[in-house]
T-cell receptor, first 111, second 117 residues
Framework: DAKTTQPPSMDCAEGRAANLPCNHS???????VYWYRQIHSQGPQYIIH???NNETNEMASLIITEDRKSSTLILPHATLRDTAVYYC????????????FGAGTTVTVRA | EAGVAQSPRYKIIEKRQSVAFWCNPI?????LYWYQQILGQGPKLLIQ????????DSQLPKDRFSAERLKGVDSTLKIQPAKLEDSAVYLC???????????????FGPGTRLTVL
């Protein structure tokens, strides 16, 4: 598995965009970038994933650099309910079934 | 669409007792996973089923942990006898099998928080 590196924590003001970085410098060509988050006392929640193109859904946007060695998850308008641990995971779909969670980034959204 | 269901949500037992957790995956999801999450750490895979067959149980402590998915839908995870270090949140997740246009994104249940005294 390619490993990921994330900052341990970050703060964000409510209503502002939160930009969460992730480094995955050893990512393979067929590995996807997945983002999950875990709100306190809940199970991990899928956010978004992508291979090389930028992706957007109702929760967030995923920006992957052209060399695919890093990515940024963007929460466009952070709310207090976005306070959680965010995990960046790289894996091959179907062949690499195990999700290898690192320490993640603890994001605190402040009013 | 209903999510992954788990029960109980909380369980407190004494060491050397036994305990069982139940999981009902998202309808139509053939693949089911059990993860263990110790406080302050990310979840770690214990076992994966596809339908009623085990795909990977290499990280399951088989001397005390067992899991089954007899009819390919619901699953139970059992610990017997429990140790203090088994105190953790036990998470169940499910995903689709590979078909045209599908992804194998894993969706998690709320987890069962186990405390072993």
């Amino acid at each position: 598995d390619a490993k990921t590196t994330q900052p341990p924590s970050m703060d964000c003001a409510e209503g502002r965009a939160a930009n969460l970085p992730c480094n995955h410098s050893t990512i393979s060509g067929n590995e996807y970038v997945y983002w999950y988050r875990q709100i306190h006392s809940q199970g991990p929640q899928y956010i978004i994933h992508g291979l090389k193109n930028n992706e957007t859904n109702e929760m967030a946007s995923l920006i992957i650099t052209e060399d695919r060695k890093s990515s940024t998850l963007i929460l466009p308008h952070a709310t207090l309910r976005d306070t959680a641990v965010y995990y960046c995971i790289v894996r091959v779909q179907f062949n690499d079934y195990k999700l290898s969670f690192g320490a993640g980034t603890t994001v605190t959204v402040r009013a | 669409e209903a999510g992954v269901a788990q029960s109980p949500r909380y369980k407190i037992i004494e060491k050397r007792q036994s305990v069982a957790f139940w999981c009902n995956p998202i309808s139509g999801h053939a693949t089911l996973y059990w993860y263990q999450q110790i406080l302050g750490q990310g979840p770690k895979l214990l076992i994966q089923f596809q339908n009623n067959g085990v795909v990977d149980d290499s990280q399951l402590p088989k001397d005390r942990f067992s899991a089954e998915r007899l009819k390919g839908v619901d699953s139970t995870l059992k610990i017997q006898p429990a140790k203090l270090e088994d105190s953790a949140v036990y998470l169940c997740a499910s995903s689709q099998v590979r078909t045209s246009g599908s992804t194998d994104t894993q969706y998690f249940g709320p987890g069962t928080r186990l405390t072993v005294l």
